[in-house]
């Protein structure tokens, strides 16, 4: 059981370049999400997803794109790479159920510079 | 709005001793609380989660955490700490909603440090 896969780890941008994050899972989860990491600030959430179709915003979506076209799939596209963008992104999924506290699976990470 | 506050950046501890590291949350309704932690260069793993009515957790490898109502606190514990537990430790909150929904809001972080 894979779980929540991201690709690439790693990727140096130049500014003004766009590029998309992978993510995939394979535990059948309608709730998918995007964050970012950054130091002293925790994870911020990007966009996020209840289900195929369905997206919204975070609380720092600016310069970022997603779609769900599957339940397996959430990428995230970055329009015009910015340096300010820098940072490590990561993935998660979990169950969206009514009522019941569903914990969050986390992918590896993906490392990314802007320059 | 929720949120959490992890008020200490690091926290430092000896081998055996027990340790702790504090959050506190502000929710409008309910809260559902975890705990993940982070090792160098990895993602995110799951620790603990907070189920109502049981004000002590117990979660993976001897982590507990005490629920306090009154306080809003969720303060993660371990009874004897290891070398091995040294890693960054997030605490994380969700409002409990009528409606569903699974946004996290994180806090920023406590690097734990045990040393021999």
């Known amino acids: 059981n894979a779980g929540v896969t991201q690709t690439p780890k790693f990727q140096v941008l130049k500014t003004g370049q766009s590029m998309t994050l992978q993510c995939a899972q394979d535990?059948?989860?309608?709730?998918m999400s995007w964050y970012r990491q950054d130091p002293g600030m925790g994870l911020r959430l990007i966009h996020y997803?209840?289900?195929?179709?369905?997206?919204d915003q975070g609380e720092v979506p600016n310069g970022y794109n997603v779609s769900r076209s599957t339940t397996e799939d959430f990428p995230l596209r970055l329009l015009s790479a910015a340096p300010s963008q820098t940072s490590v992104y990561f993935c998660?999924?979990?169950?969206?159920?009514?009522?019941?506290?569903?914990?969050?699976?986390f992918g590896q990470g993906t490392r990314l510079t802007v320059v | 709005a929720q949120s959490v506050a992890q008020p200490e950046d690091q926290v430092n501890v000896a081998e055996g001793n027990p340790l702790t590291v504090k959050c506190t949350y502000s929710?409008?309704?309910?809260?559902?609380l975890f705990w993940y932690v982070q090792y160098p260069n990895r993602g995110l793993q799951f620790l603990l989660k907070?189920?109502?009515?049981?004000?002590l957790v117990k979660g993976s490898y001897g982590f507990e955490a005490e629920f306090n109502k009154s306080q809003t606190s969720f303060h993660l514990k371990k009874p004897s700490a290891l070398v091995s537990d040294s890693a960054l430790y997030f605490c994380?909150?969700?409002?409990?909603?009528?409606?569903?929904?699974?946004?996290?809001?994180f806090g920023t972080g406590t690097q734990l440090k045990v040393e021999l």
């Open positions: 998660a999924s979990s169950l969206f159920r009514t009522g019941v506290n569903t914990e969050a699976f």
């Open positions: 535990m059948n989860h309608e709730y």
């Open positions: 997803s209840v289900g195929a179709g369905i997206t």
């Open positions: 929710v409008s309704g309910n809260p559902y």
């Open positions: 907070y189920i109502t009515g049981d004000n």
């Open positions: 994380a909150v969700r409002d409990v909603p009528t409606g569903g929904g699974n946004k996290l809001t």
